[in-house]
């Protein structure tokens, strides 16, 4: 048992350790997609960096805008900042970020003018003129800016470029730019910058069908996405997974959220040293069997526990009981205490009696332990059994005189001889009479048969008692076994009788049955080969005994 639950310890050690070290390489397999997700961000993010300089620059460069540190001249119409934009989306040399409006915002009192195809309303030009203000006070920190990405003022149209217009070398004072919807973000920033981003290195050589991840740009406050893949809408992304860049203040703080597609995770992990997980199941399931193993083997030694002390209490019981009987008339005897030959004869009565019960019962144990021996069986020879029946009654007559029981036998067998040996059909007889006198009332009336039913001798043995619960006609064959009474106590004797008898009769190819009986009570039955057709009698009539 010690042996066992050390087992069982080591077994559970070994499945601790597997699973940690099984979330050490998950652990470590994240950080390594992660980080791969984080480069490609960072490229993804200077990549449309650059887009959003390059717009800026083509337009603000054909109204008077030259190398850092040169504003825009003060005097530019914002017709012309229009046609500047439209002389971009024509020449095709930069990203075509065709304005709504152009504007131009007077920082000291926050005045604005728009001109273009769409005329924003007066409230939106007052939130526009507020943004703008807001925003360029926080680039102040940059200096020299030339041109920024700012956020979106107004629903429809998500972000605007402005440029500053310096006095000398101090702040800005005025700042010119133009407004676009977000459509045009995807199309015109984001959408390059995803087709020129070079591919992750390492997976499938650098050669790739398609993109090996899925993307996601929103804006500076992380609200509804300004671009994503319909496959990272489909389903949600482990965060633990995914990498992350931020684009500066100058490119409207954009953020750009990255994840490596199944294909690439898998290809990119495909090198790494696998840990046997299922060297983990079974380790789990064999200790989990191992602890069953350990659960039964526990309750079964202490069944078998209970089982000897049970078998010993109710064997001590047997043997006093008789041993005290003939201590006491034989020492009656032997101090001629009996006052006349009747009382001599009823001592010696008693004697003969309860040494006949001891016999019995040392047959009963020897029996049981010559049948849990492999290989104790003998080849049985053909015997009558009526003689043998009208022996074992001569000799039990004191024992059921005893409890004031009347035994009768019919013998309908024609003297059809049965597969047994003599000591065996003695035995079987003894103990299912034993049984009968035991359990059933006083002065009951015990009735014996033998009979020829097609290929098999069959003994029954039929009491006046209470008969046999269905629930118990299998379990009482079994050996220790005890029908409960009524009244709760177990009935008295060993449990060894019937047990003995089964292995006795199944041991020479018959079988053994209990029932109702006909007038009551139960009728214990017991079938053996006609000796004539050993190994061609049929089948034991079918009777309900569960």
Not at 436 to 442: I, L, N, S, W, Y
């Amino acid at each position: 048992m010690i042996l066992l639950l050390v087992a069982a310890a080591v077994v559970s050690g070994l499945a601790l350790a597997t699973w940690q070290a099984q979330r050490r390489q998950a652990a470590a397999t994240d950080a390594f997609l992660r980080g791969h997700a984080n480069l490609v961000s960072q490229r993804l993010a200077s990549r449309m960096a650059a887009e959003v300089y390059v717009a800026a620059n083509a337009v603000f460069r054909r109204v008077g805008a030259g190398p850092t540190g040169r504003s825009v001249a003060a005097d530019v119409p914002l017709a012309r900042l229009v046609e500047a934009i439209e002389e971009v989306a024509r020449c095709r040399c930069a990203p075509a970020l065709r304005a709504d409006f152009a504007f131009r915002v007077d920082l000291a009192g926050e005045a604005i003018r728009v001109a273009g195809p769409v005329e924003p309303s007066p409230a939106a030009r007052r939130r526009l003129a507020q943004a703008v203000g807001r925003h360029v006070r926080l680039l102040e920190v940059e200096r020299n800016w030339d041109f920024a990405l700012l956020p979106a003022f107004d629903e429809g149209r998500a972000f605007i470029v402005a440029a500053p217009v310096r006095a000398g070398q101090g702040g800005a004072e005025v700042v010119l730019g133009f407004a676009f919807d977000t459509a045009l973000v995807r199309r015109q920033l984001v959408g390059p910058s995803l087709r020129n981003t070079e591919p992750l290195p390492g997976v499938v050589g650098g050669v790739w069908q398609e993109r090996p991840v899925w993307v996601r740009v929103a804006g500076g406050d992380r609200s509804a996405p300004v671009y994503q893949d319909s496959a990272w809408a489909a389903s949600a992304q482990p965060d633990r997974l995914i990498g992350r860049a931020t684009l500066g203040p100058l490119f409207g703080s954009l953020h750009v959220e990255t994840i490596l597609v199944p294909e690439a995770r898998r290809q990119l992990t495909a090198s790494f040293p696998s840990l046997p997980v299922l060297l983990l199941v079974a380790l789990t399931i064999a200790t989990a069997v191992a602890f069953g193993v350990a659960f039964r083997f526990v309750r079964r030694t202490q069944e078998l526990a209970a089982q000897r002390w049970t078998f010993t209490s109710s064997v001590s019981h047997e043997l006093r009981t008789p041993l005290t009987q003939i201590l006491l008339y034989a020492e009656t005897l032997a101090l001629d205490r009996p006052a006349s030959a009747v009382a001599r004869r009823r001592a010696v009565e008693t004697i003969v009696r309860e040494a006949r019960r001891l016999l019995g019962l040392v047959q009963n144990l020897l029996q049981h332990a010559r049948a849990e021996r492999p290989g104790s069986g003998r080849r049985p020879l053909p015997l009558p059994l009526g003689p043998v029946v009208h022996q074992v009654l001569a000799d039990y007559e004191l024992l059921a005189r005893e409890r004031g029981a009347r035994v009768t036998f019919t013998d309908a067998s024609g003297g059809a001889p049965g597969r047994v040996g003599a000591d065996e059909a003695r035995q079987v007889i003894v103990n299912l009479l034993d049984n009968a006198v035991r359990h059933g009332p006083r002065d009951q009336h015990i009735t014996l048969g033998l009979a020829r039913e097609r290929g098999w001798v069959v003994l029954t043995v039929d009491d006046a008692g209470p008969g046999i619960p269905r629930e118990d006609r299998e379990r009482i064959w079994e050996p220790y076994e005890r029908v409960t009474r009524e009244s709760g106590v177990p009935a008295t004797g060993s449990g060894l009788g019937l047990a003995v008898v089964r292995s006795l009769v199944t041991g020479n190819g018959g079988w053994v049955r209990v029932e109702d009986a006909p007038g009551g009570g139960a009728r214990f039955s017991v079938g053996w080969p006609l000796g004539e057709h050993l190994g061609s009698a049929e089948a034991p009539p079918a009777t309900d005994v569960a």
